[in-house]
Every structure is written in C-alpha cells, then in structure tokens.
C-alpha cells in the first residue's frame, strides 16, 4: 500500500507533463502562418491589423495592406463602420531594407504608441495623451530590418504617424518602398485614360480599393502610368492614388496608350449596381458588379442585341443587360460573340502577395498539404478558384501547375467570394 501511494504521483506528474507538451505543440501549431519568416525579403506594404478594443487583443476586424502609417484620422474611424471611432488599436508590420548605419525613428501619435525595430523596444509610450513626436535611434547593421508599430485610440482625436532617418540625413516617410503599386483612393470609380490628361480616350474603370502597378509618370507627376492585369497601360490621374513609393522615383514618360478605331466603351446607367453574368441570360451566374458611371470595355453582343459582352479591369470577360449601359457605338456594329463561357475563371483573375515576405504555396487548401513552391512579397499569381470559406485560395504558378494559398495575404482583383469554389 505504501509503495503504491508513493507511485501515483509520479505516474500523475508524468501525464500531466506529457499533457502540457501537447498543449504547447498544439498552440504552436496553430499560431504558425502560412508565410516564410526571413530576413531577406522586404515587403512593399505594412500589414495593418486593426481591433476594436485598445490592447490588440482578440482576432482583428481588419487586415489591409497600407503603403505607409501617416494618419490624422481626427475624430472618425479609420474604416467606418468596420473599425470604432474611438476606443481602437493598431498594430503596423512591414520588413525595410535599410543601409547600415545609425537612423532615427519618429512616431507621432494621439494617443498611445509603441516601436520595435528588429525586435528592440525604442519607444515605449503606451498612454492617452495629445499627438506629439516621439524619436529614438538605433544603430542598425543593414539589409533586412523588420519595423513593428502598436497604436491605440482613446477618445477625441486620432493621429498615427512613423517616418526614419539616417542620422545627419532628411527625414524618410514610412511609404517609402522599392516596389511600384498604388491603391485607388477617393473616388468611386477612377478613369483610365490611353494618355496623361482628360483629353485623352478613355479605356476603362478602376473601383476604389483596387490595387495596380505604376510603372511611370508624366513631367509634373500629376499623371501616373499603371499596367492592367490584362496587360496594357493606361493613365490615372495622380490624386486618387496611394502609391507605394515616391511618385518622383517613378520614371518620367510620356507614351500615349494607342487608341484603334475599334475601341468602344460604356457607362453603367440608371442603376446604382449591374450584375456581371458568366452567360448573357438573367438567370446566369453573377460573377461580379458594376456600379454607376463606371466604365468598361465592350468586346461584343448576344445575336438580338440584348446583352452585351464586356471586359471588366481584371481582364475577365462577362455579360450584362444592355437596358443599363450607354455605349459609345451602336450596339449592332459590335460583333456578335460566343454566348458560352467556361467555367472558372482560367487565370483572368489575378491577386498580388501583400505583407508576407515568402508565402508558401501547397499541393491544398490547409497547412497540413505538402509545399509546392513560395511567392514573394508584390509578386502576382493567377487565381482559379477557392475553398468553401475563402480562407485558401487555388492559383495557377507561372509554370502551369495548381496550388493553394492562404488568402489573408492575397489582394485579389475581385471579391474572393466571387471566385467559384473547388473542391
């Protein structure tokens, strides 16, 4: 009797032992994401995640790419109505190639603020208080430097600000990058112009939100040349555009989109949104929607006129009523076009890698599957498809061969939702 109850606790602390093992493996497991971390791959976006309380605690009501952190919200949201007015947190991530050397750092901020760089804390200002410049140096050895930034909102007015400088050289804001791309801002839907300026024919409609590459600007910069996903350049006017880097580092030219005489376009009308349909039918798939006054390409019609074949931004082909577009032809000389689609989207639809340095690429939808190959950071990828909940998403690689991404660091050019589920 003796030697038993001298036996049961160790028997006892032996499972509780393997059972704290497991629980840590699992909690590892599942906090693991699905990009590379590497101290060679700098990112050209922050990863802004936002929350709804003012300790980043719990999951984020909002996950975006962000070129840079220089924010006066003053007293409204940062995104109405998803993030709160007041009583909300920010935490900013980005991986900087910086040279080697000595930089300063200045966080600017209402209310609290805390800075790491290269996991080293430099200012620690966790409190309410009014926006203020907050500067700290380090010496940093160069290459890859990975920047963290926690904020958190209190009451009344709102600002978040970072920018870095070598010391003894002018101040560098946090939108600096090395890769050209914009977000379409301020308006609803943005022309796209064959040249740089409103004289110019227009090609087609960029919504808000969308991402493009830049890839050049006119003399003044107040005109910047963007490559569809479809692959022709078109002109955007500077103002409605977030971009990645300074418009100045972009390259100045002044080549002119080629306009043929076949070009015809049309603006949604007398709707607020139209249906996009796969096949030229009411009762067809809607695979997207335009909203008033946007503009798209129009690449043919159904046999009676009725419905017309257009090509959306993405590149992507679709059908809507003829009843709510005010084309720039008549509708009979446009060709007639084939009413069949194949399912799918077939790679029309593209996403670009945002705020993840390397992100893996597996044989399924889940970290359990075999890695097929990886993705860099501003690197784009043809989308066929995804899973049930649009957490995965299924892209064709440059080489032809099908795989799954995780979709929190894919921007698609389309809502994910949009995309047709694979099994």
Known sequence: MDLQRRSFPKKLTLLIAIGLILMITAVVSAQTTETTATASTPTAFWRGEYFNNTDLSGTPVLVRPEPGIDYNWGSESPAPP??????????????LNLAAGQYQFTATTDDGVRLWVNNQVLIDQWTVHQAQPLTATVDLPGGTTLVRMEYFEDTGMATARLAWT????????????????????????????????TGFSLLTTLPSGA???????DTDGSWLQIQMTNNRIGWISALY???????????????????????????VTDTQVLNVRSSPNATATVSTTLTSGQTVLLEGRNP?????????????????????????????????ASTTQSTGVGGATVGIVVGAGLLNVRNGPGTGFNQLASLTDGQS???????????????????????????????????????????
């Open 82 to 95: 998803v993030v709160a007015t007041d009583q909300f947190s920010v935490r900013w991530t980005r991986m």
């Open 381 to 423: 990828v043809g989308l066929e498809g995804r899973n049930a909940d649009a957490t995965w998403l299924q892209v064709r690689l440059a080489d032809g061969r099908l795989g799954w991404v995780s979709s929190t660091y894919v921007i698609p050019n389309l809502l994910r939702t949009d995309l047709p589920v694979v099994q």
């Open 166 to 197: 070598p010391v003894g050289s002018s101040a560098q804001s946090s939108t600096t990058g090395n890769t050209g791309l914009g977000i379409i801002t301020g308006t609803q839907n943005l022309n796209v112009r064959s040249g740089p300026g």
């Open 211 to 217: 991402l493009v590459s830049l890839v050049g600007r």
């Open 304 to 336: 009676e006129a009725t419905w017309l074949q257009v090509r959306l931004p993405t590149g992507q082909l679709g059908w809507v009523s003829t009843l709510y577009m005010q084309p720039t032809v008549t509708v009979a000389t446009l060709p007639v």
């Open 241 to 267: 555009v977030t971009p990645n880097l300074s418009i100045n580092a972009l390259a100045v030219t002044n080549g002119a989109q080629p306009v043929t005489a076949s070009l015809a376009t049309a603006v």
